[in-house]
Nanobody, 129 residues
């Protein structure tokens, strides 16, 4: 069974940066893509970013494009979300997700939470104004 554990959340001032980590363990040898979603109180879950391999194609939600970067350390089986120029509207619980088979080939698919079978427990990010 795949386990995903996020870390790195916290409180940061607007304009600051944070780096989230998601460590994968368990039966992850077949993982094809990892991604990040977020959910703010009273709002629907929102796609943030995804990274697929082996071609390392990345996808980003419109609200974070140019400010967030997703990357992976293969040796550590860990995916990172580097967040810069943070805004109060980035405040949310951030969730890591994994696909261990080929579910998607385009943004429209990766951006749907229903296409991701494995999820972490989430980490809170709060951006103060």
């Amino acid at each position: 069974q795949v386990q995903l554990v996020e870390s790195g959340g916290g409180l940061v001032q607007a304009g600051g940066s944070l780096r989230l980590s998601c460590a994968a363990s368990g039966r992850t040898f077949g993982n094809i893509a990892m991604g990040w979603f977020r959910q703010a109180p009273g709002k629907e879950r929102e796609f943030v970013a995804a990274l697929r391999w082996p071609d390392s194609t990345t996808y980003y939600g419109d609200s974070v494009k140019g400010r967030f970067t997703i990357a992976r350390d293969n040796a550590k089986n860990t995916v990172y979300l580097q967040m810069s120029s943070l805004k109060p509207e980035d405040t949310a619980v951030y969730y890591c997700a994994e696909q261990n088979a080929v579910y998607c080939s385009a943004y429209g698919c990766y951006s749907k939470g229903s296409q991701w079978p494995y999820w972490g427990q989430g980490t809170q990010v709060t951006v103060s104004s």
